[in-house]
């Protein structure tokens, strides 16, 4: 299966501040990419679906001023969470679909703790 | 709209017995499901799918699964549970006729005692 790594795995950050999480397909071509949240003791919740160079579908209720997302290319996806609040805290996981395949592929997750 | 249940929250299993995690599902076009594990603070792995084909799918780590149409499910099996398998599992479903989204299921805790 496709291997995908996310940067940073853990950060901490000051309530107000931006964070940017990186998502990067180390040897598949990404034509999909998607990005999860995930509560504690909780299940995935699909926030957005990005395909290569265009703009990213949002879920409902997710808002996409605040979760930026850029697919700039097909191994590279990047979640900018803006002017973080505690409640924005949370495990984010990425993940990555081509176009011939059907099986999607998760990143490790970033833990996200907003102060 | 398409959807997943996994009944329980939590099963517990001694090691060397043979486990079972159950899923469901509701989807209107073809089925294509999914067994994830997850492992504290990590990301999903994946198991393994149905697409086509036979109804019995073998996949990483000795565990399958039977794909029952009729019954809507797609249980997961285990013939000998080791400690190492207690994480969280996910079942999903995608709807193979349309649609991108991957629907989970709210995960199972699977809990091998020695």
């Known amino acids: 299966g496709a291997v995908v790594s996310q940067h940073p795995s853990w950060v901490i950050c000051k309530s107000g501040t931006s964070v940017k999480i990186e998502c990067r397909s180390l040897d598949f071509q990404a034509t999909t990419m998607f990005w999860y949240r995930q509560f504690p003791k909780q299940s995935l919740m699909l926030m957005a679906t990005?395909?290569?160079?265009?703009?990213?579908?949002?879920e409902q209720g997710v808002e996409k001023d605040k979760f930026l997302i850029n697919h700039a290319s097909l191994t590279l996806s990047t979640l900018t969470v803006t002017s973080a609040h505690p409640e924005d805290s949370s495990f984010y996981i990425c993940s990555v679909r081509g176009n011939a395949v059907d099986t999607q592929y998760f990143g490790p997750g970033t833990r996200l703790t907003v102060l | 709209a398409q959807s997943v249940a996994q009944p329980e929250d939590q099963v517990n299993v001694a090691e060397g017995n043979p486990l079972t995690v159950k899923c469901t599902y509701s989807v209107s076009g073809n089925p294509y499901l999914f067994w994830y594990v997850q492992y504290p603070n990590r990301g999903l792995q994946f198991l393994l799918k149905y697409i086509t084909g036979d109804n019995l799918v073998k996949g990483s780590y000795g565990f399958e699964a039977e794909f029952n149409k009729s019954q809507t499910s797609f249980h997961l099996k285990k013939p000998s549970a080791l400690v190492s398998d207690s994480a969280l599992y996910f079942c999903a479903v995608r709807d193979g006729s349309a649609g991108n989204m991957l629907t989970f299921g709210g995960g199972t805790r699977l809990m091998v005692k020695p």
């Open positions: 990005s395909n290569e160079g265009s703009k990213a579908t949002y």
